[in-house]
């Protein structure tokens, strides 16, 4: 899996939107963009991914640059239970179901703080 | 539809004793990956299985070791425990479709070794 790089921490206060960059320069033509969050002492969670066009979840917007080396993740309106570590990760999607490596390779993420 | 299930939650172990962990992937999930958590290393993989062969591995030493059963659940085994191996230990699901599909995490084993 290609790397990622995301600055180390972000502040938002409550309730204004959010945004969380990642560069991914090396991306290849079929790494899918992840996105996972940790909240502490628990299992990372999924909050969206895509390919090539923005998505739109309940949780969350991921905007992917046109030469997708960058992505960001949107979150409209920031809550305290926003507060976590956000992992962006790319994933090969490659052509083959079952063949390849499904494994995730995390760095260190964002940590988010979310002011009341 | 039941998430991704390990047991047990929370281990206490002595130095030299070994310990098995399981999980257990959401149903019709073919894949199993295993991690592990310390606040030095971070998120770290530990090997992953699909259709119970073993696809990769990662740099750990061979007191690691695991295993996928033909129902996909899994399991992961430390033998000799150190100090060290104090971390939280987490595994993965996904359907099999690769970057395609998101990857589902159970909510981890937080094993202590005293």
């Known amino acids: 899996d290609a790397k990622t790089t995301q600055p180390n921490s972000m502040e938002s206060n409550e309730e204004e939107p959010v945004h969380l960059p990642c560069n991914h320069s090396?991306?290849?033509?079929?790494?899918?963009i992840h996105w996972y969050l940790q909240l502490p002492s628990q299992g990372p969670e999924y909050v969206i991914h895509?390919?090539?066009s923005n998505v739109n979840n309940r949780m969350a917007s991921l905007a992917i640059a046109e030469d997708r080396k960058s992505s960001t993740l949107i979150l409209h309106r920031a809550t305290l239970r926003d507060a976590a570590v956000y992992y962006c990760i790319l994933r090969d999607g490659g052509r083959y179901s079952g063949a390849g490596s499904y494994q995730l390779t995390f760095g260190k993420g964002t940590k988010l703080s979310v002011i009341p | 539809k039941a998430g991704v299930t390990q047991t047990p939650r929370y281990l206490i172990k002595t130095r030299g004793q070994q310990v098995t962990l399981s999980c257990s992937p959401i149903?019709?999930?073919?894949?199993v990956s295993w991690y592990q958590q310390t606040p030095g290393q971070g998120l770290q993989f530990l090997f992953e299985?699909?259709?119970?062969?073993?696809?990769n591995k990662g740099n750990f030493p061979g007191r690691f070791s695991g295993r996928q059963f033909s129902n996909s659940r899994s399991e992961m085994n430390v033998s000799t425990l150190e100090l060290g191996d104090s971390a939280l230990y987490l595994c993965?699901?996904?359907?099999?479709?690769?970057?395609?599909?998101?990857?589902?995490f159970g909510q981890g084993t937080r094993l202590t070794v005293v």
């Open positions: 895509g390919l090539t």
């Open positions: 149903s019709g999930h073919r894949s």
């Open positions: 993965a699901s996904t359907r099999g479709d690769r970057g395609r599909t998101e990857a589902f």
């Open positions: 090396t991306i290849s033509g079929t790494d899918y």
């Open positions: 299985y699909f259709s119970e062969t073993q696809r």
